[in-house]
């Protein structure tokens, strides 16, 4: 999967990272790209989380995951090109 991070300067946990790997995997999302990562508490990371999904086709996957911090992310991808 190429990999996509839309929350610079902020480092994405590989915790969060490891479970969007697993929604894809487990869902079966094929051809999985622009993997994006959003700390929601921080409007710079949200907005770039925007921009990378602006720029995503076909279809979308979205969901929220919490970093061992308790920090809440959004996190997704686009798939089935």
Not at 39 to 67: H, I, N, Q
């Amino acid at each position: 999967m190429e990999k996509f991070s839309t929350s610079a300067p902020i480092e994405v946990p590989s915790e969060v990272k490891a479970a969007l790997d697993a929604f894809v995997e487990d869902d079966g999302l094929e051809y999985a790209d622009n993997q994006r990562y959003g700390l929601t508490s921080d409007l710079t990371s949200m907005a770039l989380f925007e921009e990378a999904r602006s720029r995503g086709c076909c279809g979308s996957f979205e969901t929220t995951v919490t970093d061992l911090q308790g920090r809440e992310w959004m996190v997704g991808c686009n798939y089935g090109h």
